[in-house]
């Protein structure tokens, strides 16, 4: 009796959706994040028709090396859908993948959405999120779900200030008493640290770059400040030589990747620099006091923390799973709806 309740339990788990921009993740209710995956959709168009070959993991080795019948793209753009289709359809892969069969009873699902997106979007979020087969679908802002992702005391009369780097935005924001005191998402991310690798190689070297070999430069040896001997650690890139046209091997260091990364590490300091101005004494006084916590993949760029020290002067901490803290805080929301219902918007 016990298994058949627990089996039914399975079919109906009520579920967490973290939809980034790079990658995907899902809490199940009791379970945890049972899945990470590329926000990456590969799909063959026939006769007009687009017929979805590859989600996830599949689909992101295919980008940038499709043939013209098939299409590689990610549907979520600055943290927002820009593909309604094929978000609807990454969605519905991703549940079915969780639940590991198509028909099951509809769960509830609590996506998180950046703070900035407009009720356009939010409602394109939900929607798709609906016609995936969820029986509800309630949203909660993105640096709520990071800061209690980390473990941050937010419900607590204190400022709390969190700083989520994702793949296409950058969240600032300052919290108390459970809520949002002030929010600033600024379009820079771990898709616009890309772009200004691919851009310094094209300047600098000649060299054309594409995305998959920029993440693995920023991954690999990517860093938010100059080394301190001036060169760093580097490593062996592989691109199109764009004065003859010819593959071609060159060397990249770690100043290099310093000095390409300058103008997107600059924007997410101006954006915390900003929070700061504008946030009130007494919660700057806490900040003072508590520091600054950084979540996201974007917080794992090396010495992200201490460039941010050095511009604030305050105390800059990352979170211990940065990766998943958006997920767990979104699944901790589920947890404990009660408690955080002001958080979770299920209307509009």
């Known amino acids: 009796m016990f298994g058949l309740d627990k089996l039914l339990g399975m079919f109906s788990s009520d579920m967490a959706i973290d939809l980034g921009t790079a990658n995907t993740l899902v809490y199940v209710k009791g379970r945890g994040v049972i899945l990470s995956e590329p926000s990456v959709?590969?799909?063959?168009?026939?006769?007009?028709?687009?017929?979805?070959?590859?989600?996830?993991?599949?689909?992101?080795?295919?980008?940038?090396?499709?043939?013209?019948?098939?299409?590689?793209?990610?549907?979520?753009?600055?943290?927002?859908?820009?593909?309604?289709?094929?978000?609807?359809?990454?969605?519905?892969?991703?549940?079915?993948?969780?639940?590991?069969?198509?028909?099951?009873?509809?769960?509830?699902?609590?996506?998180?959405?950046?703070?900035?997106?407009?009720?356009?979007?939010?409602?394109?979020?939900?929607?798709?999120?609906?016609?995936a087969g969820a029986r509800r679908a309630g949203l909660i802002a993105e640096p709520i779900a990071a800061a209690i992702g980390a473990?941050?005391?937010?419900?607590?009369?204190?400022?709390?200030?969190?700083?989520?780097?994702?793949?296409?935005?950058?969240?600032?924001?300052?919290?108390?008493?459970?809520?949002?005191v002030y929010a600033r998402s600024v379009r820079v991310g771990g898709d616009?640290?890309?772009?200004?690798?691919i851009n310094y190689l094209r300047r600098q070297q000649n060299l054309l770059v594409g995305e998959s070999t920029a993440e693995r430069i920023k991954t690999s040896i990517g860093t938010a400040r100059m080394?301190?001997?001036?060169?760093?650690?580097?490593?062996l890139i592989?691109?199109?030589?764009?004065?003859?046209?010819?593959?071609?091997?060159?060397?990249?260091?770690?100043?290099?990747?310093?000095?390409a990364l300058a103008e997107p590490v600059q924007a997410i300091c101006e954006a915390v620099m900003t929070a700061l101005e504008t946030t009130p004494p007494d919660l700057a006084a806490d900040i003072v006091d508590r520091g600054v916590m950084l979540t996201g993949g974007g917080a794992l760029l090396g010495d992200l923390d201490l460039a941010l020290r050095e511009q604030t002067g305050l105390a800059v901490s990352i979170a211990d799973e940065s990766l998943?803290?958006?997920?767990?805080?979104?699944?901790?929301?589920?947890?404990?709806?009660?408690?955080?219902?002001?958080?979770?918007?299920?209307d509009s």
Do not use: W
């Open 41 to 131: 959709v590969a799909y063959h168009v026939k006769d007009g028709v687009k017929k979805v070959l590859a989600v996830g993991e599949d689909a992101k080795l295919m980008l940038g090396r499709t043939p013209g019948s098939i299409e590689a793209i990610r549907p979520m753009r600055d943290g927002v859908i820009a593909d309604f289709d094929v978000a609807e359809e990454m969605i519905k892969h991703f549940i079915r993948k969780v639940h590991k069969r198509s028909t099951f009873s509809k769960p509830k699902i609590i996506v998180c959405v950046p703070h900035g997106a407009t009720p356009v979007e939010k409602r394109a979020i939900r929607q798709s999120v609906l016609s």
């Open 151 to 180: 473990g941050m005391p937010i419900t607590d009369p204190t400022g709390n200030m969190v700083v989520d780097i994702g793949g296409g935005t950058t969240e600032v924001a300052v919290l108390s008493l459970g809520d949002i």
């Open 192 to 197: 616009r640290m890309d772009e200004a690798i």
């Open 227 to 235: 080394p301190d001997d001036g060169r760093g650690s580097s490593m």
């Open 238 to 259: 592989r691109g199109r030589d764009l004065l003859n046209g010819v593959p071609k091997e060159t060397e990249i260091s770690q100043a290099q990747v310093a000095e």
């Open 324 to 346: 998943n803290c958006v997920a767990l805080g979104t699944g901790k929301a589920l947890e404990y709806e009660k408690q955080l219902r002001h958080a979770i918007d299920y």
